[in-house]
């Protein structure tokens, strides 16, 4: 009975094969942090606000439903912990509570699962006539003090740290560049196998330093000769030379709809040099 009731309580959080092996260990509900290295992903859906305060509220329970169902889904089948929902926004957690050495990979493979059905799920609605925002992602690697925190009657497992502030504010990250998927430099170094391009050096809100952040790609979205092109303009961007404008500017030629490139060429149209990038 008592196993039973510990594994109704941590599959809320937990894949089920997860919560089954930690239902056996009686310690695994008690209350206190542990300090371990994690990759944290936060998800957000853009100007959902807006969508609450216009929608009936039957339909609107029943399109977060489905979208939540359908986003955790995702995250348990990666072996990802549900650490936070807030309203439409989640909290994942990879390397806790047991270790998993491929966190990082685990983390990005996640991210990149979850934006394909978070844009699939916001182009069904739109088919609909109901105007779903993006889902932003931000993904950072680093330690943080993982475990239940609370009192007797109520607890959550969640994270606490820098590594934790990071991961939302690359999420938020997002709205300047026009990306979907931020991660930090941090997650590319311990992913091993990782394909994307360099967004900028990103000097988060409430932050001293710069933090160099990637957008993670499929093929299938860009190709290796737009990427090659990509990193060649970004090359130049990051030396200082001249021809990075014209470079950027035949990257938005060629595609209209990227909206990184575009950041690019807009900023050093305006006198922007160099990748450092102020992000409110």
Known sequence: MLAERAHASLSRYFSP???????????????????????????????????V???????L?????????????????HDG????????????????????????????????ALDAAAEAFRLHWRGRGIAIGVTRIGVHAGPAIVGNFGGSR????????????????????????????CVSQSVVARAGAFRGRAVGDLVLRGKQEALRAFEPLIKAAYDEASLKRYQNAF????????????????????????????????RLLTGGTGTQIEVS
Do not use: W
């Not at 305060?53 to 339909?59: H, K, T, V, Y």
């Not at 990051?238 to 950027?248: H, N």
């Open 17 to 51: 094969n997860l919560a089954e092996r930690l239902a056996g260990d009686p310690s695994g509900l008690e209350l206190g942090g542990v300090r371990r290295e994690v990759a944290s992903l936060f998800t957000d859906i853009a100007s959902f606000t807006s969508l």
């Open 53 to 59: 305060e216009n929608l009936d509220p039957g339909q």
């Open 61 to 77: 329970a029943d399109i977060l439903n489905a979208y939540l169902s359908a986003m955790t889904d995702i995250v348990f089948a």
């Open 81 to 112: 912990t549900v650490a936070k929902i807030v309203g439409d926004a989640i909290h994942v957690l990879f390397g806790a509570p047991g270790d998993q050495p491929d966190h990082a990979a685990r983390a990005v493979n996640c991210a990149l």
């Open 154 to 181: 109520f607890f959550d497992y969640t994270a606490y740290g820098d590594t934790i502030n990071t991961a939302a504010r690359l999420e938020s990250a997002n709205k300047c560049f026009g990306t979907r998927i």
């Open 235 to 266: 090359a130049k961007l990051e030396a200082g030379d001249a021809t990075a404008m014209p470079a950027f500017a035949g990257l938005v030629g060629l595609r209209p709809d990227d909206t990184l490139a575009s950041f690019h060429l807009k």
